[in-house]
């Protein structure tokens, strides 16, 4: 059975960067790591770690992205949960055999790992991202 790690990160949707980590790192004293512009994704994302995990601030770079729609339509918020898995083609499998509702019935590659999003109607209101790392 495909296993789950640990959080890997929890990402949370910001309209701008530098003002949100006046409270991130000013106030709470996580240490910024990075800021990466993310084309891809089409956002901007401050890296956070925190343990072995990390909170994500993501400041979407165009309004008609999936980020950039949540934002306008609840102005941010937290965004998803991030769980790395062992085996991630495994995971998938496993949840399509208990009738979970997915987002990417396979995982989607991407640099240094794979990637699959779980949809929040089977996963308590929650939209849940996979990892599996490939390096
Ligand atoms: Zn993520």
Known sequence: M??????????VVVEDIQSSLAFWEGALGIKLE?????PAQKA????LPVGE???ELVQPTDPESGTGKFLKERGGGMHHLCLEVDDIAGMLAQMKEKGVRLINEAPLEMEG?????IHPKS???????LYELTR
């Open 34 to 38: 990075k800021v990466e512009d993310i």
């Open 113 to 117: 790992r794979k990637i699959a999003f």
């Open 123 to 129: 996963a308590s209101g929650v939209l849940v991202e």
């Open 44 to 47: 901007k994302v401050a890296f």
């Open 2 to 11: 495909a296993k789950v790690k640990k959080i890997n990160h929890i990402a």
């Open 53 to 55: 995990g990390e909170v």
